[in-house]
């Protein structure tokens, strides 16, 4: 059975760091482009950061970009997103996800994304 276990969130004051690791079992994804996504209270799930199954390939939202960093480690079935200058406005539940099918493109689009994670909480104080 196909599972993506996150880890890493938390509560951090604003200006703060987290990095959040989403682990694949079940297959491997080394093939496969991965997301992450957000939902705030009361708001519409987002996509944050995308990569392609090489790492070579990125899409960062415009609210994130140069604070926010995904990477992966296809030998280790895991991607990451590394999240710096947090804040307020960066609350929410985040989410990993795995495409629906082999692709080279990084992937925008929440339809595609076929497995996902249990989702982990990202609290930012200000």
């Known amino acids: 059975q196909v599972q993506l276990v996150q880890s890493g969130g938390g509560l951090v004051q604003a200006g703060g760091s987290l990095r959040l690791s989403c682990a694949a079992s079940g297959r491997t994804f080394d093939s496969y482009a991965m997301g992450w996504f957000r939902q705030a209270p009361g708001k519409e799930r987002d996509i944050v950061a995308a990569i392609n199954w090489n790492g070579r390939s990125t899409y960062y939202a415009d609210s994130v970009k140069g604070r926010f960093t995904t990477s992966r480690d296809n030998a280790k079935n895991t991607v990451y997103l590394q999240m710096n200058n947090l804040g307020p406005e960066d609350t929410a539940v985040y989410y990993c996800?795995?495409?629906?099918?082999?692709?080279?493109?990084?992937?925008?689009?929440?339809?595609?994304?076929?497995?996902w994670g249990q989702g982990t909480q990202v609290t930012v104080s200000s």
């Open positions: 996800a795995v495409d629906r099918r082999i692709s080279n493109v990084v992937v925008t689009d929440a339809s595609r994304y076929s497995y």
